[in-house]
């Protein structure tokens, strides 16, 4: 983790909740196993808590935490954060050692009085960095299978919360419902003041209708594509439709009015675009804070996009410090003339780990590390964190 000049001291509540198998042990066998679950909520310390096991089952409780997973394989690689061994009554603890930043997985051992013992599932989370006043985006990993996308939040120094994009959806999986709203609610956000669609693509727009479904959302920008489009993007309208949220039409030059301390211009589309690539609608959005930009880019395509901003715009106002390349790292996207003008200090992908396509492609990432400019990837990486306080930038 690049520590650089942004110190954050960020306690949260983690709750751990743990029951008991439903089968009893052979009390000359190993311990009913627990099953454990990992809820992160932002406050002031990191709250655990369990159901008791049978007391025939107790010895003690052993809650091991680890920056990898595979606890119960190799507990060498973990810490034993708390042990409980002379109370079974006690089911509460104070965890105050996670540290902000980091993605931790825990497990929970059961020993019963003949020292054998049994392993809890394991559940793991990142601790956010939180400082009220920074620019926190967090570039959510969009993995499940062969799926892939792009989802993004923006946390302002003001405090509101916007998502750009919500992934893919199918029947079995939801980008929005499995990894949007558990992120949200591991946050303590029960609301947005808005979200945008970048473009009409599944993968872009599919998680979105389960995020409108279960909070309230203030605004929602979108493209406004008037083109056939995927089902995803009409049934992503007609939650629109049915939620409270304005729905606000998005075109280039517009200035949204996102935080007092941001200034957040729209580089693309035209107005209402209706025909040709639905890649080159995306919306894209060029976020400042103080000395430090991010530049929100869709599915952007070098030709029909980057060039025509290229052309529209000086590179003073295209630069960026944080590049979210287009069209999750496809050759079709991110030429070196557009890299010349944004001239980032550092590169975001978005992109599924199964992904059919060979995203990101070699082209890409040639032309990034040629520049030696440090690449975070979802497909690698994934979750991934910039906090900024317009100054120095923080990355995990």
């Not at 929970?108 to 394991?122: C, F, G, H, I, K």
């Not at 594509?225 to 007609?238: D, P, Q, R, T, V």
Request: aromatic residues 10%; glycine residues 8%; proline residues 6%.
């Amino acid at each position: 983790m690049n520590t650089a000049r942004v110190m954050v001291l960020v306690t949260v509540f983690l709750i751990l909740a743990v029951s008991c198998g439903d089968s009893p042990s052979d009390y000359s066998g190993n311990p009913a196993p627990s099953v454990l679950t990992v809820q992160l909520h932002a406050d002031t310390a990191v709250y655990t808590s369990w159901t008791q096991c049978p007391n025939h089952d107790f010895n003690a409780y052993v809650l091991w935490r680890s920056q990898s997973p595979g606890i119960h394989e190799d507990p060498s690689q973990a810490r034993a954060v708390r042990i409980v061994s002379n109370d079974p009554l006690q089911n509460t603890w104070i965890d105050e050692t996670a540290e902000p930043g980091i993605h931790y997985w825990y497990a929970l051992e059961t020993r019963n009085e003949a020292l054998l013992s049994s392993w809890s599932n394991e559940a793991d989370l990142t601790v956010p960095v939180n400082e009220p006043g920074n620019l926190t985006v967090v570039f959510i990993d969009p993995s499940h299978g062969d799926l892939s996308g792009d989802a993004i939040l923006v946390r302002t120094p003001s405090g509101n919360n916007y998502l750009i994009d919500g992934g893919s959806w199918t029947p079995a999986w939801s980008c929005g419902e499995d990894r949007i709203l558990p992120l949200l609610d591991s946050l303590g956000i029960d609301r947005l003041e808005g979200m945008v669609a970048t473009h009409p693509h599944s993968d872009h727009v599919g998680g979105l209708s389960d995020v409108l479904d279960a909070m309230p959302v203030d605004r929602v920008w979108d493209c406004a594509w008037k083109g056939e489009a995927s089902g995803a993007y009409e049934y992503f309208l007609n939650s629109v439709e049915h939620s409270d949220a304005e729905y606000i039409p998005t075109y280039r030059d517009m200035i949204l009015d996102w935080d007092p301390e941001l200034t957040v211009k729209v580089l693309n589309p035209e107005k209402e675009p209706s025909s040709g690539n639905q890649n080159n609608a995306s919306i894209v959005i060029r976020v400042t804070f103080k000395s430090v930009s991010f530049l929100f880019t869709g599915d952007l395509e070098t030709d029909g996009g980057e060039d025509v901003i290229l052309n529209l715009y000086s590179p003073d106002e295209i630069q960026a410090t944080v590049l979210k390349v287009g069209h999750h790292g496809s050759y079709t996207s991110t030429s070196n003339s557009w890299l010349d003008a944004v001239d980032p200090s550092y590169a975001a992908i978005e992109v599924g780990s199964g992904n059919p396509y060979g995203h990101p492609h070699s082209e890409v990432i040639n032309r990034l590390d040629s520049r030696r400019i440090p690449t975070f990837r979802t497909d690698r990486d994934g979750t991934f964190v910039f906090t900024t306080d317009g100054y120095d930038i923080v990355t995990y």
